[in-house]
């Protein structure tokens, strides 16, 4: 179901390698805050971060819903974008929400989102104020997530998001026309061209293999010591067995896994009309920690 965003205020955060993020935000309490973290070819404004924001905003949290490079409604100007282990630039969301004074930050992120959560936690030092995360919809194995996106129904998801990507990389051509394998690129039919030809040369990794290992939290979330909670469902048709790690959970005491047989793919419908499981479920995990 479509929903509205809240009225955000916009500030763009110039970054050091001469690129920019996007941060829309509502500032309600300034004590706490929620930062959003949205989902491959999402936005701030995607519907799981409308309701979560909407939900967080009436609880008293202020709200921080930031654009991943080139989401934002405006090309980065890099060649890189993004992808599921960014944790620098979620850091620099971070450490701007910081010096804002707030005592207590919670991040929930999505899908692609919720993976740049789990890998912030692992890869990077972690300030005490940021007291938790949820991660729901989360593909903890990349690579297994990349392989059902290409079975069944799921081709229709792959389609979309191919469709969305491949207007992206038009423009990235325009930017960067000597750079890479544009012809390939344009020729690309799934996840694998748009990897080995684009995600890893632009990002630094050797190819898709070396992509899909590197930006998994499976290979590092042993390494979390912030408390974050796993929300993924089993009719999930993004997600892949090795994203229910439940011997993992059972043994880590700052990985809580919670496994819903229904859910789908960031949805996780309630019945009280505009809201979702995951946000409710979010905020009753960061006031069990606090």
């Known amino acids: 179901m479509p929903t509205k965003p809240p009225i955000y205020q916009r500030e763009r955060l110039e970054l050091e390698d ?8 509502v500032e309600n309490n ?19 971060n409308n309701t979560s924001a909407a939900y967080f905003l009436e609880n008293d949290y202020s ?41 207590e930050i919670y991040l929930l992120g999505f899908s692609m989102g919720a993976a740049q959560i789990m890998n912030y936690f692992s890869r990077l030092k972690i300030d005490p104020k ?38 992206k990389l038009k423009q990235k ?21 748009i990897d080995d030809y684009y995600t890893a040369p632009s990002h630094g990794f050797s190819d898709r293999f070396d992509y899909y290992k590197k930006a998994s939290p499976a290979y590092s979330m042993d390494a979390i ?19 229910f790690p439940k011997n993992f959970a059972a043994q880590n005491p700052y990985v809580f896994l919670e496994i819903s047989e229904y859910g789908g793919h960031c949805a996780f419908p309630h019945k ?4 979702s499981y995951s946000e409710m479920r979010a905020r009753e995990f960061f006031q069990e920690i606090k």
């Not at 989401?71 to 450490?95: F, I, K, P």
């Not at 009280?272 to 809201?275: F, M, Y």
């Open 18 to 25: 001469g690129d920019f993020l996007d941060v829309d935000f």
């Open 30 to 48: 300034n004590q706490k805050a929620v930062i959003l973290c949205h989902g491959l070819e999402g936005a701030s404004t995607r519907t799981y």
């Open 63 to 103: 709200v921080f819903a930031w654009n991943n490079r080139s989401c934002s409604g405006e090309m980065n100007r890099l060649l890189r974008m993004y992808h599921h282990a960014s944790v620098e630039d979620l850091d620099q969301v971070v450490q701007w929400v910081l010096k804002k004074g707030y005592h």
């Open 130 to 167: 940021v007291k938790a995360g949820v991660a729901v919809s989360v593909p903890i194995q990349v690579r297994d997530s990349a392989e059902k996106l290409k079975k069944g129904f799921n081709r229709v998801y792959l389609k979309n998001f191919l469709y969305k990507i491949n207007r």
């Open 173 to 193: 051509e325009e930017q960067f026309p000597a750079e890479l394998n544009w012809t390939k690129l344009r020729n690309s039919k799934s996840f694998d061209e």
């Open 225 to 243: 010591k912030t408390p974050v909670l796993v929300l993924n469902a089993l009719d999930d048709p993004f997600l892949g067995e090795s994203c």
């Open 272 to 275: 009280i009309k505009g809201l």
